[in-house]
């Protein structure tokens, strides 16, 4: 049977999807079989599993550092936001429903079965198992029905680590507040405390250190400065890819709807020298000077076709065709792109339909079947193979797919207008490939600049070194039970 630890944190977004990356690296270099494991995760941006469903891509580049492929037991419970109150409910990589906030308790049973089980399985094939908390302890309003951090922890008997994160500010307050709002049994799960995201010298904070270890009791394993190249490793939040927009050279502007889906299409091209990616936020115009849009993926195709017209983007995208510009819509992006996009079944939403931007000559029904695969795909005008995956709803159809952007084993994908400067597709993915990402860019006159995976496996490494020289590894992995 494997041992286990967790990392908590003392909010969202503290860096705890990152730190269990890193130790997953640094494991798996001392010879250790490693898995990651979140019990939930609250995200947009899924990856496709061999076994054909889908996990929170942190938990995909979590694999990676462990020299594994996705499994849907890294991930058993996936929440995708559809609406403000409303989610899809992923399951061991599966749809199992779309609920209410209000209605997700009633689930929660199951839930917690499903996590269990995913979890054993995972401890019995493997040496280590480490584990991410999801939000923070603290929310105990939350802690009746807990999956995610107490509530698992408590019910696999794995002890935790809790990560606060002093860029923000208030650290002190973060870690011995969290404890003073813990049921006293879920505080003795915690077996010690570490500071993420130190910017200048970690000796500064000695004093502030050693305060909470006084106030709190619990162990420190360690000052972790904040590590700059966390960017270039796919991100999972949108607020990850807005740090990482950067570059210069060809333009590409991406409008960022509401619902934003498997935005990590973009990392690739965030990291090339010769690009400038600009996201551009609700209430801002499309740039006069880009190069190219890309709308993105979607929870909510028809709910942010309306948000993309409530920015004016509509309105901008026409204009950026009339002076000569290339759209390349992808997914729900490439599903707006259309005449229409009927929804009879309210599968997304209410039922209905919604006129779309008439800029490819296609239309879309959505349909209650989800196609979630892995695919070898040829770009139809230059002929290179990438490496692609789909996860979506609905079916496309109309004349300009009689040019399509894509043929997977054969058979056609996408549409492309016949002036060939509007393309949508249903394909993610296909920037990783370096190949066909240097293609594009040589179609606007630039260069690549980077070997993305390789890239990715050493910005693993570097944090792996990162926390080695700065973290109590071994203690951290000692504390695996």
């Known amino acids: 049977m494997g041992r286990a630890v967790m990392i908590q944190g003392t909010g969202s977004n503290v860096g ?16 250790l079989s490693v898995a990651p ?11 496709v599993t061999a076994d054909g469903g889908e996990i929170g891509r942190a938990q995909a580049v979590q694999a990676l550092a462990c020299g594994l492929a996705p499994r849907v037991d890294f991930n058993p419970v996936l929440l995708k ?37 995913s979890f054993a399985r995972l401890r019995a094939g493997f040496d280590l198992v480490l584990v991410e908390g999801a939000g923070s302890p603290a ?34 307050a973060q870690i011995v507040g969290t404890q003073a709002v813990l049921d006293p049994a879920d505080a003795a799960m915690v077996k010690g405390f570490l500071i993420n995201r130190f910017r200048g010298d970690p000796r500064l904070f000695d ?28 991100a999972e939040d949108a607020l990850d890819l807005a740090a990482a927009a950067r570059g210069t050279g060809v333009h590409v502007a ?54 993309l017209r409530a920015q004016g983007w509509d309105t901008d995208l026409r204009a950026h065709v009339r002076r000569g510009g290339r759209v390349l819509g992808l997914c729900g992006g490439y599903q707006m792109l259309g005449r229409r996009i009927a929804d009879p079944a309210g599968i997304e939403g209410p039922a209905g339909e919604t006129p779309g931007l008439e800029l490819l000559d296609v239309e879309t029904v959505m349909t209650p079947d989800k196609r979630l695969i892995e695919v070898q795909a040829v770009h139809a005008a230059s002929g290179r193979a990438f490496t692609g995956y789909e996860i979506h709803i609905g079916r496309t159809e109309g ?65 792996a070194d990162h926390m080695e020289a700065h973290l109590d590894v071994p203690g951290l992995l000692a504390l695996a039970r």
């Open 207 to 234: 004093e502030g250190y050693d305060a909470i270890a006084a106030r709190t009791g619990w162990p420190g394993f360690g000052v972790l400065p904040w590590f700059p190249d966390a960017w270039k490793l796919p």
């Open 399 to 463: 004349p300009d797919c009689a040019r399509p952007f894509a043929t997977v084993d054969g058979v056609p994908e996408g549409a492309v207008s016949p002036d060939g400067r509007i393309a949508g597709s249903y394909l993610h993915g296909m920037f990783r490939d370096d190949a066909f990402r240097a293609g594009l860019l040589a179609g606007f006159g630039a260069a690549s600049g980077i070997a993305y995976a390789a890239q990715v496996e050493q910005v693993l490494d570097a944090l």
């Open 16 to 31: 705890k999807s990152l730190l269990v990356a890193g130790l997953a690296r640094a494991a798996r270099r001392r010879g």
């Open 139 to 172: 929310e105990i309003n939350l802690r009746a029905h807990d999956i995610a951090n107490m509530g698992f922890a408590g019910a696999a008997d794995v002890p935790v680590v809790l990560a606060g994160d002093i860029d923000r500010g208030g650290v002190i």
């Open 81 to 117: 936001p559809e609406t403000d109150t409303g989610a899809q409910v992923i399951v061991q990589g599966r749809r199992l429903a779309a609920v209410e906030a209000a209605d997700y308790a009633a689930l929660r049973p199951r839930l917690k079965e499903a996590v269990l089980d």
């Open 254 to 307: 991406v409008p960022v709807l509401s619902r934003i889906a498997n935005f990590d299409d973009l990392d690739p091209l965030a990291q090339e020298p010769g690009v400038r990616i600009t996201l551009v936020g609700p209430g801002r115009a499309l740039p006069g000077d880009a190069d190219l849009v890309i709308l993105p993926g979607t929870k909510s195709t028809r709910g942010d076709l309306a948000f």
């Open 37 to 47: 494991f979140k019990p939930q995760n609250m995200s947009n941006n899924a990856s």
